[in-house]
């Protein structure tokens, strides 16, 4: 079965200031991949996805990630944070065949007015 | 309208009491799930159908009992509750069982004491 790891268990970071979430899956075959959010004391929310084609997928609130094949990595990004992104961070995998989602440990970021 | 729909939301329980959790989804999706989010945030599937046909059970004490009387139901009954089912529970739907967006619901948060 697939699997994920995320780098980053907290990540503390300034208004304006870019952020990059690490995100590397395990499994040999086609993937599909997501990023969801939590917020504070709410349900998961799907930020992006990518299932085939371009590798840089643009997602909502500014957010946007890169499927590297080759490294296994679906990094999140977002050039300009706000307080407003304060949350729970989750990757999340597939395999193209099947939805049984595997999430990552998640990542907690905290933003800084 | 909510997409995926849980109640309660929060539930507090004494240890040895038998609950259930109710989950409704309005998407049309054939696809339900259930998830365990525990007290690191750690996301586990627990069970998934496919047309009120159970097609992931992954290692869950048999305590735990998934229902779904049709395509649009999933609710899930836990049997002598202990300290360690304190969790937040989330209902998910998708269309389909690959390749598809899962949707969570809000979640309901299980406290056992």
């Known amino acids: 079965a697939q699997s994920v790891s995320q780098h980053n268990h907290h990540v503390i970071l300034s208004e304006a200031a870019s952020l990059e979430l690490g995100c590397n899956y395990s499994?040999?075959?086609?993937?599909?991949l997501f990023w969801y959010v939590q917020y504070p004391g709410q349900h998961l929310q799907l930020l992006l996805k990518?299932?085939?084609?371009?590798?840089l997928v643009k997602g909502i609130k500014g957010f946007e990630a890169e499927f590297i094949k080759s490294k296994f990595s679906f990094n999140l990004r977002k050039p300009s944070v706000q307080w407003s992104d304060t949350a729970e961070y989750f990757c999340a995998v597939t395999s193209y065949n099947n939805n049984d989602m595997r999430f990552g440990a998640g990542t907690r970021l905290t933003v800084k007015p | 309208d909510t997409a995926v729909s849980q109640t309660p939301k929060y539930l507090v329980t004494q240890m040895g009491n038998d609950k259930s959790i109710k989950c409704e989804q309005n998407?049309?999706?054939?696809?339900m799930y259930w998830y365990k989010q525990d007290s690191k945030k750690f996301l586990k599937i627990m069970f998934s159908y496919n047309n009120k046909e159970l097609i992931i059970n992954e290692t869950v004490p048999n305590r735990f009992s998934p229902k779904s009387p049709d395509k649009a139901h999933l609710n899930l009954h836990i049997n002598s509750l202990e300290l360690g089912d304190s969790a937040v529970y989330f209902c998910?739907?998708?269309?389909?069982?690959?390749?598809?967006?899962?949707?969570f619901g809000e979640g309901s948060w299980l406290t056992v004491v």
């Open positions: 998407l049309g999706h054939d696809t």
């Open positions: 499994y040999g075959g086609t993937v599909n």
């Open positions: 990518y299932f085939s084609g371009d590798p």
């Open positions: 998910a739907s998708s269309q389909g069982v690959s390749g598809n967006t899962i949707y």
